[in-house]
């Protein structure tokens, strides 16, 4: 291994690198209270990631910032 490999950062299964300046926020992202919480970063860049090109964008994960209060 070369002192100038970096190893560090997220990579796809086949090993290519993944530049998160690259993967689009959807729309839903945006409403979404997960959005910019740093300890989700991850987890949804590479939902995004593997969406990415599809037609329509699906996170299980979702959660509105807005919405119903209460019970």
């Known amino acids: 291994?070369?002192?100038?490999?970096?190893?560090?950062?997220?990579?796809?299964?086949d090993g290519t690198k993944i530049n998160p300046a690259l993967i689009s926020k959807?729309?839903?992202c945006l409403t979404?209270?997960?959005d910019d919480m740093e300890e989700e970063e991850i987890l949804c860049l590479l939902t995004r990631n593997d969406q990415a090109g599809e037609k329509e964008f699906k996170c299980f994960a979702y959660e509105p910032k807005f919405g119903k209060t209460g019970k």
Do not use: V
């Not at 291994?1 to 299964?13: L, V």
């Open 26 to 28: 959807p729309s839903l």
């Open 32 to 34: 979404c209270k997960k």
């Open 1 to 13: 291994m070369d002192e100038n490999d970096d190893i560090s950062g997220i990579y796809n299964d």
